[in-house]
């Protein structure tokens, strides 16, 4: 088992349930060590049409002390100094399992297909083999729902948006400024 292996465990047992560790990477800094944790509040189900509320910066503080606590009590660093940087994952994270879909709901992302087709909406929901989502219309199609199967995606990426527009529930994706 590696070190990064090892700090898992140690930080998963710290954090308990209410935290899942998504990354961990310890590397090589001058006379010091850099430990980067990424961490996400759980996903209690992949089927799903409400978003997952990201952790606070409160949250993420309180996660920082209980992981340096842990780390500070163990040897599993040795004696040697370190750095600790804990995080969520960034908006630039690839979308590559069912759970970073489930993890989008409500949010507008790019897909590639495995026929190297581009498909940009908002996510509606995730289903047991795939992903709803909610395209806008062109001049040429109107606005309209594409399911797209997990097996038939290449790559996903969240797009970044500064003001995202609201839901109305009986639009079922319809959105208002």
């Not at 140690?10 to 899942?20: E, K, P, T």
């Amino acid at each position: 088992m590696g070190l990064d292996q090892d700090v898992r465990e140690q930080v998963s047992a710290a954090v308990g349930d209410g935290i899942v560790v998504d990354e961990v990477h310890i590397t090589p800094a001058g006379k010091r060590r850099v430990a980067r944790i990424t961490v996400e509040r759980p996903v209690a189900d992949l089927v799903g049409d409400t978003p997952v509320e990201p952790l606070t910066l409160d949250e993420i503080a309180d996660v920082t002390r209980v992981i340096s606590d842990r780390l500070d009590a163990s040897d599993v660093l040795g004696s040697q100094p370190y750095t600790l940087e804990v995080s969520t994952p960034g908006t630039d994270r690839p979308l590559t399992e069912p759970v970073h879909f489930r993890r989008t709901v409500g949010r507008l992302v790019e897909i590639t297909g495995t026929d190297g087709q581009q498909h940009t909406g908002r996510v509606l929901a995730t289903t047991r083999d795939g992903v709803d989502l909610h395209v806008k219309g062109t001049k040429k199609k109107p606005p309209h729902t594409e399911h797209l199967p997990f097996a038939e995606i290449t790559k996903g990426v969240a797009q970044v948006e500064f003001t995202r527009p609201q839901t109305t529930s009986a639009d079922a994706g319809e959105t208002e400024a």
